[in-house]
T-cell receptor
Framework: GAGVSQSPRYKVAKRGQDVALRCDPI?????LFWYQQALGQGPEFLTYFQNEAQLDKSGLPSDRFFAERPEGSVSTLKIQRTQQEDSAVYLC???????????????FGQGTRLTVV | AQSVSQHNHHVILSEAASLELGCNYS??????LFWYVQYPGQHLQLLLKYFSGDPLVKGIKGFEAEFIKSKFSFNLRKPSVQWSDTAEYFC???????????FGSGTRLSIRP
C-alpha cells in the first residue's frame, strides 16, 4: 500500500483481556517501530525491528507487552491482561533503512486507539 | 539520557502571525533531528529533517528550522501562519547509530481565523 496501515483503528478491551494490534509497514521497509502515545504526550518508544529481528525492546513497559515480526513484514503488538494504564494510541512506523544509516525518516501509521475499561 | 524537550505546551496565534516553536535536545555527537506534524484525526507527517550540512532546513508548507549546535536547539519557524496550520507539532531526534527516534512532548498550535 501507499503508507503504513494499522488495524484496528479503535479497540475497546475489558480489563484483563488480551489484545493484538497489527501493523502493515510500507513494502520493502527494513525498519519497523512501535510507539505508545498517551493523551497529551509525545510518542514513547516501545520496540524496534530490523527485518524479523527485534533489536531493541527497551521501551516495552512490562512483560505483558510482546511484539513480533516473524517474516520481516507485518508486525503484531500483543498486550496480555490489559490494564487501564495501557489505554493509549499505539503507533507503528517504518523506515527504508536499517540502524546505523543516517538520512532516513520514519513513516507513521494512523495508530490504534486502545481504551481499556 | 538522550532527550528532546519542547518548551511550549500550547501556542495560540492569529492568522498571519509569525511562529517559533522551541526544541532542545540532549544528544552528544552526530544528531539527526526532525519536526513532525499531526493534523486533527491524521497520522504523524514529516515537516522537515536535519542530518548534516546547512543548519537552516526548509520543509513543507513554508516551515523551516535552524540547527544551532552550541545551543542544542532546533527551533521551528514560519513567517506567517494560516488557520490550516492548527495541529500538534513534535520535535524528535536520533543518532545515526540509534535504533529509536525520541520525541518531545509536543506543542499544540491553535490559529485564530
Amino acid at each position: 500500500g501507499a503508507g503504513v496501515s494499522q488495524s484496528p483503528r479503535y479497540k475497546v478491551a475489558k480489563r484483563g483481556q488480551d489484545v493484538a494490534l497489527r501493523c502493515d509497514p510500507i513494502s520493502g521497509h527494513v525498519s519497523l517501530f512501535w510507539y505508545q502515545q498517551a493523551l497529551g504526550q509525545g510518542p514513547e518508544f516501545l520496540t524496534y525491528f530490523q527485518n524479523e529481528a527485534q533489536l531493541d525492546k527497551s521501551g516495552l513497559p512490562s512483560d505483558r507487552f510482546f511484539a513480533e515480526r516473524p517474516e520481516g513484514s507485518v508486525s503484531t503488538l500483543k498486550i496480555q491482561r490489559t490494564q487501564q494504564e495501557d489505554s493509549a494510541v499505539y503507533l507503528c512506523a517504518s523506515s527504508p533503512a536499517g540502524v546505523g544509516h543516517s538520512n532516513t525518516e520514519a513513516f507513521f501509521g494512523q495508530g490504534t486507539r486502545l481504551t481499556v475499561v | 539520557a538522550q532527550s528532546v524537550s519542547q518548551h511550549n505546551h500550547h501556542v495560540i496565534l492569529s492568522e498571519a502571525a509569525s511562529l517559533e516553536l522551541g526544541c532542545n535536545y540532549s544528544y552528544g555527537g552526530t544528531v539527526n533531528l526532525f519536526w513532525y506534524v499531526q493534523y486533527p484525526g491524521q497520522h504523524l507527517q514529516l515537516l522537515l529533517k536535519y542530518f548534516s550540512g546547512d543548519p537552516l532546513v526548509k520543509g513543507i508548507k513554508g516551515f523551516e528550522a535552524e540547527f544551532i549546535k552550541s545551543k542544542f536547539s532546533f527551533n521551528l519557524r514560519k513567517p506567517s501562519v494560516q488557520w490550516s496550520d492548527t495541529a500538534e507539532y513534535f520535535c524528535a531526534g536520533t543518532t545515526s547509530s540509534a535504533s529509536k527516534i525520541i520525541f518531545g512532548s509536543g506543542t499544540r498550535l491553535s490559529i485564530r481565523p
